[in-house]
């Protein structure tokens, strides 16, 4: 009888032991690469073979978030008795929670060392939206380099057009 009370609990257990995963997107990438020297030998016939590579992304949002945190934690979690304390003694806790041990660091050197990472992070990540090589185009002439009196268009000389030879033919429609 104990044990049919217990069975329900049984089957929380292995969650409640279990540590917690966290869902990211991944982005999977299939290609086609060469054998290995050793199964192209044993084959006879070297065919290429279909790899599939699948890697965690963080998105735009995430990364951004995660470097403003990087040295500080965030106002609401930075008022607290405990951040008070080692705010006075120049011990840096940083992270979204403010539970993360950064080492030594005043509050004002903290929020200095956060917007460098954000800065670092801004410009990285406008490098990988623009080429790398920039495209090149020719200059517009700005209307500085010249005087108005040298632009002024000079009359032409007025040429009296040649009697054609060929008439013009009616169409018959």
Not at 88 to 107: T, V
Not at 136 to 143: C, F
């Amino acid at each position: 009888m104990a044990w049919h009370r217990l069975s329900p609990l049984l089957l929380f257990l292995p969650l409640a032991l279990c540590p917690q995963g966290l869902a990211k997107p991944m982005v999977c990438t299939t290609t086609l690469e060469a054998p290995a020297q050793v199964s192209a030998l044993a084959e006879g016939v070297a065919q290429p073979v279909e790899v599939t590579r699948c890697a965690p992304v963080e998105t735009t949002e995430a990364l951004v978030e995660r470097r403003f945190y990087t040295w500080t934690s965030s106002y609401a979690r930075g008022v607290d008795l405990l951040h008070q304390v080692t705010d006075l003694f120049g011990i840096a806790l940083a992270g979204p929670d403010g539970q993360r041990l950064m080492g030594l660091g005043f509050p004002d050197q903290t929020i200095i060392w956060d917007g460098s990472a954000l800065q670092n992070t801004t410009r990285v990540l406008l490098e990988e939206q623009s080429a790398p090589i920039p495209w090149r185009t020719v200059d517009l002439s700005n209307g500085f380099g010249s005087s108005l009196a040298e632009e002024m268009p000079q009359p032409e000389p007025v040429v009296q057009p040649s009697p054609d030879p060929f008439p013009a033919v009616r169409a018959l429609w």
